[in-house]
T-cell receptor, first 115, second 115 residues
Framework: GENVEQHPSTLSVQEGDSAVIKCTYSDSASNYFPWYKQELGKGPQLIIDIRSNVGEKKDQRIAVTLNKTAKHFSLHITETQPEDSAVYFCAASISVKTSYDKVIFGPGTSLSVIP | GAVVSQHPSWVICKSGTSVKIECRSLDFQATTMFWYRQFPKQSLMLMATSNEGSKATYEQGVEKDKFLINHASLTLSTLTVTSAHPEDSSFYIC???????????FGPGTRLLVL
C-alpha cells in the first residue's frame, strides 16, 4: 500500500522567511496530493492540492511542486506570518472519480513562525 | 467552500458508557464519509470509510463492534463508541467527500475523554 513520508517533523522560521516541507510517496499510481493545515484543537483544513498532470501550483504565498519521477512533492510558504504556525500534513491518494479515495497522510510537520 | 460540522466538539464520559458523535456535510451531499482518530502530536489514522446506505469498511485493527458507524443519509454519518474505556480517549475527526470529488473536507473534530 501507499506510504507517505514527511520532513522535517518540526520547523522554526523567522517571520518573513520561507518555509519548505518535503514529502515522498511510494505508490506510483497515486495521482492526487492535498496539503492540510491543522491548528491546535481543530480539524485539518485543505490549503492547496495538486494533481499528477501538473508540476507546480501556486496560490498567493503558498505553492506546491510535484516530481512524479522521483515521487516527491513539496509545500513552499513564502513571507511567513505568525498565523502560519500550525501542523501541516501532506497526503497522497489514488483518485478514481467513480469511487471514493483513500487518502494516506504523512506524519506531519509542526511549523513555528517566530515574530 | 464545502463545510463539515461535528457534534459534540468535546465530551467527557464515564468508563463503560457509549458516546455518539455526529458528522454532517452542510452544503453538499457526501457520498462517502471517513472517520479518523488522532492521538496527541500524531498523524490522522483512518478508522473506517462509510458510503451512504451501505455498511462501513473498517481498517485493519479497528473493532467494528466497538466503533459503530452509520451513514443513513447523504449529509449525516454517526460514530458510536460503545462501552468506552480510558484508552478510547482521543480526538475523533470525520471527513466527507462528494460524488465525483477528489477532496475530503474535514470536520472540526470531537475530543473524547473517558474517565
Amino acid at each position: 500500500g501507499e506510504n507517505v513520508e514527511q520532513h522535517p517533523s518540526t520547523l522554526s522560521v523567522q517571520e518573513g522567511d520561507s518555509a519548505v516541507i518535503k514529502c515522498t510517496y511510494s505508490d506510483s499510481a497515486s495521482n492526487y496530493f492535498p496539503w492540510y493545515k491543522q491548528e491546535l484543537g481543530k480539524g485539518p483544513q485543505l490549503i492547496i492540492d495538486i494533481r499528477s498532470n501538473v508540476g507546480e501550483k501556486k496560490d498567493q504565498r503558498i505553492a506546491v511542486t510535484l516530481n512524479k519521477t522521483a515521487k516527491h512533492f513539496s509545500l513552499h510558504i513564502t513571507e511567513t506570518q505568525p498565523e502560519d504556525s500550525a501542523v501541516y500534513f501532506c497526503a497522497a491518494s489514488i483518485s478514481v472519480k467513480t469511487s471514493y479515495d483513500k487518502v494516506i497522510f504523512g506524519p506531519g510537520t509542526s511549523l513555528s513562525v517566530i515574530p | 467552500g464545502a463545510v463539515v460540522s461535528q457534534h459534540p466538539s468535546w465530551v467527557i464520559c464515564k468508563s463503560g458508557t457509549s458516546v455518539k458523535i455526529e458528522c454532517r456535510s452542510l452544503d453538499f451531499q457526501a457520498t462517502t464519509m471517513f472517520w479518523y482518530r488522532q492521538f496527541p502530536k500524531q498523524s490522522l489514522m483512518l478508522m473506517a470509510t462509510s458510503n451512504e446506505g451501505s455498511k462501513a469498511t473498517y481498517e485493519q485493527g479497528v473493532e467494528k463492534d466497538k466503533f459503530l458507524i452509520n451513514h443513513a443519509s447523504l449529509t449525516l454519518s454517526t460514530l458510536t463508541v460503545t462501552s468506552a474505556h480510558p484508552e478510547d480517549s482521543s480526538f475523533y475527526i470525520c471527513s466527507a467527500e462528494g460524488r465525483n470529488q477528489e477532496t475530503q473536507y474535514f470536520g472540526p473534530g470531537t475530543r473524547l475523554l473517558v474517565l
